[in-house]
């Protein structure tokens, strides 16, 4: 699953998380524009409004690399109070460890009645949501291939199996035996391979 983290826009009176708007998502692709849900809580006496504004940013690569995606939204958020906006739609482009960051120029005027806060003018940001971002077919190869290799071994194990029973049965004159048999050992491949595949489906 994505981790998140809360980060402070201005000290700890005023706050902001990110959530991928798709509440299920733990992946994301290279030529996806994904949306995500930006939450700002305002712990402050006065609202925040008039020309306010913050920096969002998507960064792909490790430690903490440089944004190749940057915007600015508007913001107000009255006096004691939590408001959501949403803000994404990007093409996400590079394929790596994704960080969505904000950053603020700044709160102008904090102790006044009217307080703005500033976008920021620079590259830097803290951390609010990371996520792995992959190319499509990339992803088919190091996830999905395996997967049909499994099953396409387990389907040949069955088969010869079986037809070795089968054939033993023939041998010794008793075909319907055989065929008992094959059908109990036909039965626990598929009961095994179905719980492999339910957890890998859970995982």
Excluded at 8 to 19: C, I, K, P, W, Y
């Amino acid at each position: 699953m994505p981790a998140h983290q809360k980060v402070n826009l201005f000290r700890d009176q005023l706050t902001a998380e990110v959530r991928p708007a798709e509440s299920d998502r733990d992946i994301y692709f290279t030529d996806e524009r994904p949306e995500f849900i930006l939450s700002i809580t305002n712990n402050m006496n006065v609202g925040i409004g008039g020309e306010s504004s913050l920096t969002w940013m998507i960064a792909v690569g490790d430690e903490k690399p440089k944004p190749h995606i940057r915007e600015d939204i508007d913001v107000s958020v009255p006096a004691k109070e939590t408001v959501e906006f949403t803000i994404g739609g990007e093409l996400l482009a590079f394929e790596g460890h994704t960080i969505l960051g904000l950053n603020t120029g700044g709160m102008r005027a904090p102790h006044s009645d009217s307080p703005v806060l500033q976008k920021s003018s620079g590259s830097s940001y803290k951390p609010a949501l990371s996520f792995t971002t992959w190319d499509r077919e990339h992803y088919r190869v190091i996830h999905e291939q395996p997967k049909r290799t499994q099953e396409f071994a387990l389907v040949s194990s069955i088969s010869i199996v079986t037809l070795a029973i089968v054939q033993v049965g023939v041998t010794a004159n008793e075909p319907i035996v055989s065929v008992g048999i094959g059908a109990i050992i036909l039965y626990i491949f598929w009961r095994t391979g179905r719980t492999q595949r339910t957890s890998r489906n859970k995982s």
